[in-house]
C-alpha cells in the first residue's frame, strides 16, 4: 500500500480546516501523522492572511490519481472555492508530494515550508529523500 505525504495550506480560518482535513485523512488511516504547524507569509498573492502550512503522511489503497480526486472531495467538503487566482486565499489546499519516499511535487524545491513539514514527516518515517 502507498505511503504518501501531502501537504497542507490554509488561510481562511486555518485551524479548524487543518484539523477538519487531517481528521478526514485519519479515516482512511487511523495511523496518518501531521507534521508541526507553520505560520507563513502569503506566497504570490500577499493581500491577503497569513497560511498555516504542515504535512500529512498516511498509507491508502488508492493510486495517486485516485487519491487527489479523494483530496478535491476533502477540498470541496471543507468550503474551497477555486478561483482564477491559484494563490488566492482558501480553507484548505492539499497537494501529493512524496510517494513512497519519492517527491513527485515541485513544490517541495520550491518552497521552505514545503520541504520542511516533508522532510519531518519523511524522518519520522525513515524514509530516504528523494
Do not use: C, W
Not at 488566492?88 to 520550491?110: A, M, N, S
Amino acid at each position: 500500500m502507498p505511503l504518501y505525504i501531502v501537504a497542507v495550506g490554509s488561510n481562511i480560518d486555518p485551524e479548524k480546516h487543518v484539523q477538519q482535513a487531517f481528521e478526514l485523512i485519519r479515516q482512511m488511516d487511523a495511523r496518518a501523522d501531521i507534521a508541526t504547524l507553520l505560520h507563513t507569509k502569503a506566497v504570490g498573492f500577499t493581500g491577503q492572511a497569513d497560511f498555516i502550512n504542515t504535512a500529512f503522511s498516511f498509507q491508502s489503497p488508492l493510486d495517486a490519481v485516485q487519491l487527489k480526486s479523494r483530496l478535491r472531495d476533502i477540498e470541496t467538503r471543507l468550503g474551497r472555492v477555486r478561483t482564477a487566482n491559484k494563490n488566492g486565499p482558501r480553507t484548505i489546499d492539499l497537494d501529493i508530494v512524496q510517494i513512497d519516499g519519492r517527491i513527485v511535487d515541485e513544490d517541495y524545491h520550491k518552497y521552505d515550508f514545503v520541504k520542511t513539514s516533508v522532510d519531518e514527516l519523511a524522518a519520522r518515517l525513515n524514509l530516504n529523500k528523494a
